[in-house]
């Protein structure tokens, strides 16, 4: 398996230091995710001018909330951005087109959840040229991008117990702020809502399974898991790595912590 990030800082640093972790990392030694003046990926070429909030997870993932622009910080937009083992990248950007709602775009702001497996969980505004105008929460999948309407404000929410749209309330307003506890390693997102008939509530949600490339339901490895693995190394090591990631009985929907989908 690839040295984690603070072992190749070390190495870079101090080349008498093998890139293998020692037991303890020695606390001198910190690992650049992101910094005013470095390139934003995918952010049009715009550039880094304000770190936001922080998030880091049990195995070492960060997402980050930032600010990117062109030079003489023009055209500033808000983003999201995870490191999930592979370097950072974008995962929404301000003016991104909003899940479910054709015509309207979300403005991400912290603070936001990370969960181990790669959930991501983000506080947005959404709006639209006809009106529609609220905050409201979405998901993420670090390692597809693909986000989740979850709530908006002004919208109706399902608080049916088997979500059958048999009890549906209007959201007045988001409940408690996002905290990283929001998310657990079987992907499950828990957040509070305030209604406008005065009701409130606190809701699990299953989140669509963040599965890697190369793990599959239940262990099963077919050919693209190979082929993804032959691509990115070429080498039986890896191959053998990705199979034992993915073994039977494994679920890389229902992990533990300290589980790894991809590995680093």
Known sequence: MPPRRCATLAAALLPAITTTAPAHHDPALASVIAAPGDPAPGADGRTFHHIGSVAINDLGDVAITATAAFSGNRDPRLGVWADLGFGLELIVLEGAPAPELPGAFVTPRPPIALGPPGDIAIEVFIADPFGLAG???????????????????????????????????????????????????????????????????????????????????????????????????????????????VAPGFDPCIGTPGERLRPR
Do not use: W
Not at 164 to 172: E, H, K, L, P, T
């Open 135 to 245: 905050d409201g929460l979405v998901t993420a999948s670090g390692y597809t991008g693909e986000l989740t309407l979850v709530a908006l404000e002004t919208q109706p929410f399902d608080v049916s117990p088997a979500q059958d749209g048999s009890d549906r309330r209007i959201v007045a307003s988001l409940g408690a702020p996002l905290t990283s506890a929001a998310l657990n390693a079987r992907s499950e997102f828990a957040f509070s809502l305030h209604f406008a008939d005065e009701s409130a509530g606190v809701f699990v949600k299953q989140l669509p399974c963040a599965e890697s490339d190369l793990a599959r339901p239940h262990g099963v490895l077919d050919a693209f898991d190979i082929a993804a693995s032959l691509e990115r190394t070429g080498t039986p090591e890896q191959i053998a790595f990705d199979i034992a990631m």
